[in-house]
């Protein structure tokens, strides 16, 4: 086996010669959430239920257009790739048929990846289960392996299914992850990590409906890592490690009472029914069902709703051909029934509600669950055993462990689950702008400290102003980080989900090229990434055929970095490097600073030396394709604040990093133990369109520096290459400053200000 190319260090990631690697990640890619062939984005309705017949063959690209899409993300400074695959692409024809020609097609898209040098982690990914539950992930025979009727979903709303909504084109914004909440996946999640306890009889070949489905999908996820394995060259070399499932949720394990919704359910839009309303409804009752919608102080009820079924059932029924898929279901699992009836949680006969906290504690024990207690034991279980099969291949990966989202870690810090190892994987969104779709610049909140409970009320967790805005969300991911050091132990932390809607303002963006809310919403949350000490982050998302009508083509999100329907950010060509040279001599070409040479008289800044101290390196900066007028206003998808400056091997530890994107000042502090290998230098990705030729400043405490650019695919990626000493070093680059849109806030936002206001006079 060859040797990595990644070690883990404490909460560090180094390269083979002992530099920090900091990644600076994209997720490849959300199309991968639904099949290639049919073409089947969310809204579309044809052939939807022939779900065993479909091919993610050309996902996330096909191999013809892959070193197009690979190289525009190098050059955007992108070095690690959180590689999206889902269940269904591997198991969709049936349980135990694998898709030899996916498996082929992504181990040919990562021999690509290999070679423009990314790191590589896999990630399984699911959103409330499966595609026909609303989401992305499973199979659908999965759904009727758990004897669930996708098909009768919209009619009982036990889940909505974007395809299946009445106007796919109004499909309501992110209502798609209150599926969580709705029957079917509180259901499916509850078998798959659960199910021997909570439905014993739920028998199928033998084996309990959750060894069942969890041995399918580990099964599944491992022959991936076997055939990545048998192609060679891969594992290590490019495949760093594997994640865990992706947003893994306990069902209604730990429930307290289904017949209330639980205070920390968060997240409530439109019909928001009780657990105990879902049952219900998903055996054909009529239903009155409070309704919300979600505002600026989060959700807020709307009214009432009629959810009438009209005896349809998305349970399946008795007369189901359970023949088609091969398996054999034990009698004692009825079909034609609610599957929770024949547990006794409730009565059909009298539609009666009898054990209320069925879900609250552990049957055979009797122990009080909550979801500290679901993460220690079901969700670890489940976590062990996919990390044993998957290194059982894949002997040196690294497992990427991602608990519940916004939940407390596993409690597994000095144990043996405490693996060298692992790596700390955690999401975040902007909960506030990712739901209403709008950039508020007056307030957010701090929903982490909400969550654990720092605020007497949640009124002051509201943070007026844009640098408390900012602010905050930095100390929320850093906070996060600090929980998993406290609870995992010393491991890195990668924030492999974070990310903007860029479909603001109702697509006021689309409609007039202004991203102005969109830049400011993305440079707040990479100040929060480069500030709160990550190890690094995978930004959400790549999509190859993101547009303007159907964005992400999944469920009406819309987070794509790259549009088709958007201008492409200008890249240079290969610049010419004028010979700079403060003290007057020739510059060496041969040697590593050929490109911009200073001697150590001259790095101290002085007024008499001021001037050649922070000359500019020859960066120039051509655009290919576009007019010049693009260039000097918004227009490029907000590209100016996710193309961003960032160190990428660092010799010694990176102290502190960041960039300020309002004055164009990229600055970071080191502090390194041994001298600069000749061969080694500090790396810094420095994007051509900030830094540009003649308008650079580069101010570093000691050593020499060189800006080189390589050639990538037709364009160019600029790297700043620092030798320096050994201590504490600092460096500051400057580049092109350009106006922001500051604009002042609207009238609405001041109207919810006001609202604001009052309510602090009110609780006071």
């Not at 259901?187 to 990590?193: D, H, K, N, Q, R």
Request: net charge negative; with cysteine; charged share 25%.
């Amino acid at each position: 086996m060859n040797p990595p190319v990644l070690n883990i260090d404490g909460t560090r990631f180094r390269d083979h010669v002992g530099r920090e690697v900091t990644f600076r990640g994209i997720n490849c890619a959300a199309d991968t959430k639904f099949p290639r062939y049919p073409d089947q984005p969310s809204h579309i309705r044809d052939k939807f239920f022939d779900g065993d017949d479909v091919s993610f063959v050309d996902r996330p690209f096909s191999k013809e257009e892959a070193r197009t899409h690979l190289a525009r993300l190098k050059r955007w400074g992108y070095n690690t790739i959180r590689y999206v695959f889902t269940w269904e692409a591997i198991e969709h024809a049936g349980p135990g048929k694998y898709d030899e020609a996916f498996i082929a097609h992504t181990i040919e898209i990562l021999r690509m990846m290999k070679e423009y040098g990314f790191y590589v982690f896999m990630d399984p990914h699911q959103d409330v289960w499966s595609r026909f539950s609303g989401g992305s992930g499973a199979p659908m025979w999965t759904l009727y392996a758990c004897g669930l009727n996708p098909e009768a979903f919209q009619a009982t709303q036990a889940a909505f299914v974007h395809s299946q909504y009445p106007d796919p084109a109004n499909y309501p914004k992110m209502i798609w992850s209150t599926n969580y909440t709705r029957l079917a996946c509180q259901t499916i999640f509850t078998l798959f990590f659960g199910g021997r306890d909570f439905a014993p009889n739920a028998i199928i070949d033998g084996k309990n409906i959750q060894d069942y489905l969890t041995d399918h999908f580990i099964a599944a996820c491992r022959h991936l890592a076997q055939r990545i394995h048998e192609a060679g060259g891969l594992e290590n070399e490019v495949v760093i490690g594997w994640e865990s499932i992706n947003e893994p949720n306990r069902g209604l394990i730990s429930w307290q009472d289904i017949s209330v919704i639980p205070s920390e359910q968060k997240l409530q839009k439109g019909p928001s029914p009780t657990a105990w309303q879902a049952i219900l409804t998903g055996s054909g009752r009529a239903c009155e069902v409070d309704t919300y919608e979600f505002g600026s102080f989060g959700p807020y009820k709307s009214g009432r709703e009629l959810v009438d079924p009209k005896g349809t059932m998305a349970w399946l029924p008795s007369d189901y051909d359970d023949t088609t898929y091969g398996w054999k279901r034990d009698p004692g699992w009825k079909l034609g029934e609610c599957l929770w009836a024949q547990q006794g949680v409730w009565d059909p006969a009298e539609d009666k509600l009898l054990k209320k906290d069925y879900f609250s504690k552990t049957p055979a024990s009797g122990k009080q669950l909550d979801y500290e207690q679901f993460t220690n034991t079901y969700f670890l279980d489940h976590y062990r055993k996919y990390r044993n099969a998957i290194r059982s291949v894949h002997k040196g990966a690294m497992m990427f462990c991602e608990a519940p989202v916004l939940e407390i870690p596993p409690d597994i810090k000095g144990t043996e689950d405490d693996d060298p190892l692992m790596v700390f994987a955690s999401h975040y969104y902007d909960g506030l702008t990712l739901l209403t779709k709008h950039w508020n610049r007056l307030y957010n909140v701090d929903v982490f400290g909400v969550l654990r409970g720092r605020y007497l009320a949640p009124a002051f967790a509201v943070k007026i102003g844009e640098t408390a805005i900012r602010n905050c969300l930095r100390d929320q991911l850093e906070a996060i980080r600090q929980e998993g050091l406290k609870y995992l132990g010393t491991h890195p932390c990668v924030f492999t989900e974070i990310g903007i809607p860029y479909d603001m303002d109702d697509k006021y963006a689309y409609k007039t090229g202004d991203y102005t809310s969109q830049a400011l919403a993305m440079d707040a949350n990479h100040y929060a990434l480069e500030g709160s000490g990550a190890a690094g982050y995978t930004l959400w998302t790549y999509v190859a055929e993101n547009n303007h009508e159907w964005g992400d083509l999944w469920n009406g999100e819309d987070l794509s970095v790259y549009s088709v329907d958007d201008t492409a950010l200008p890249m240079a060509s290969r610049p010419e490097f004028a010979s700079i040279n403060p003290s007057g001599t020739s510059i060496d070409r041969a040697s590593p600073a050929y490109s911009y040479s200073q001697s150590e008289s001259t790095l101290s800044v002085t007024p008499a030396n001021i001037k050649t101290t922070l000359k500019s390196p020859s960066i120039s900066l051509e655009q290919t394709g576009t007019s010049g007028e693009l260039s000097t206003k918004p227009g490029f998808r907000a590209a100016e604040a996710y193309v961003r400056p960032s160190p990428i091997a660092t010799n010694g530890d990176v102290l502190k990093h960041g960039f300020d994107l309002r004055n164009c000042t990229f600055t970071m502090s080191l502090k390194a133990s041994k001298p600069v290998a000749e061969d080694y230098p500090t790396e810094i990705y420095l994007p051509e369109y900030h830094f540009a030729h003649n308008a650079t400043t580069v101010a570093v405490s000691n050593g020499k520096w060189t800006v080189d650019t390589d050639e990538i695919d037709g364009g160019t990626m600029q790297i700043l290459r620092w030798w320096h000493g050994v201590g504490e070093q600092n460096i500051t680059i400057k580049g092109v400053k350009r106006r922001q849109g500051m604009d002042t806030a609207s009238n609405e936002e001041v109207g919810y200000m006001e609202q604001y206001r009052r309510s602090l006079c009110t609780v006071m």
